[in-house]
């Protein structure tokens, strides 16, 4: 079964630095999806970022980009300009693009803090 | 189109009673999703419409758990005989599918319905 694993709990920042979250996954597929959510106080899930394993160009969405190493079965997601609104919940998350299965796997989640 | 719907936001029931909750997917969405999150984790899959065909099921819906969508737009999440630890957020997501079109298949998701089982 594919799992999805963020190590960091919770991680902080300053307004205006970069963060880095991390996030590894296991799986016997070779085409697959991933994604990056952010889930706010509020609840809702927000899609942020995401990554088709056949491509090898790392995604990217204005200040959100993920360094995806297929090999290390690694997608990282970058935050520059780290901003007030970014302060949320951010869950890695797994889908097969074959067989059928429409399930996402999320990790755990990293709670994101943002200090001005 | 204001996005996903779900109702009730919140619900504190006493064990052993019967709830069900409401997901309004976006109007033009074939396919509808729900997720359960307990406090700490991620959301974990339950099941998924396409339309108003269940396609797929999780092993985590017991058969207290019961999931419609009988006109292929709004669905209903039953639960019956309710126990502490199906205490959770109940997410529901949609999504519009096309075959033959790549690319991820893109979730949107409600707030969530949240379920307190004393």
């Known amino acids: 079964a594919q799992t999805v694993t963020q190590s960091q709990p919770e991680m902080s920042v300053q307004e205006a630095e970069t963060v880095t979250l991390s996030c590894t996954y296991d799986?016997?597929?070779?085409?697959?999806?991933l994604f990056w959510y952010k889930q706010p106080p509020s609840r809702q899930m927000i899609l942020v970022i995401r990554?088709?394993?056949?491509?090898?160009q790392n995604a990217t969405e204005n200040r959100f980009s993920v360094n995806f190493q297929k090999a290390a079965k690694s997608f990282s997601l970058k935050i520059s300009d780290s901003q007030l609104g970014d302060a949320a919940m951010y869950f890695c998350?797994?889908?097969?693009?074959?067989?059928?299965?429409?399930?996402?796997?999320f990790g755990k989640g990293t709670k994101l803090t943002v200090n001005p | 189109d204001t996005g996903v719907s779900q109702d009730p936001r919140h619900k504190i029931t006493k064990r052993g009673q019967n709830v069900t909750f409401r997901c309004d997917p976006i109007?033009?969405?074939?396919?509808l999703y729900w997720y359960r999150q307990t406090l700490g984790q991620g959301p974990e899959f339950l099941t998924y419409?396409?339309?108003?065909?269940?396609?797929?099921k999780s092993r985590l819906l017991s058969d207290r758990f019961s999931a419609e969508r009988p006109k292929g737009s709004f669905s209903t999440l039953e639960i019956q005989r309710t126990e502490q630890g199906d205490s959770a957020m109940y997410l529901c997501?949609?999504?519009?599918?096309?075959?033959?079109?790549?690319?991820?298949?893109?979730?949107?998701f409600g707030a969530g319905s949240r379920l307190t089982v004393l």
């Open positions: 109007s033009e969405h074939n396919r």
């Open positions: 997501a949609s999504s519009h599918f096309q075959a033959l079109i790549s690319g991820a298949n893109v979730l949107t």
């Open positions: 419409f396409q339309n108003e065909a269940q396609l797929e």
């Open positions: 990554q088709e394993a056949y491509k090898q």
């Open positions: 799986t016997s597929e070779s085409d697959y999806y």
């Open positions: 998350a797994y889908r097969r693009a074959q067989g059928g299965s429409e399930k996402l796997v």
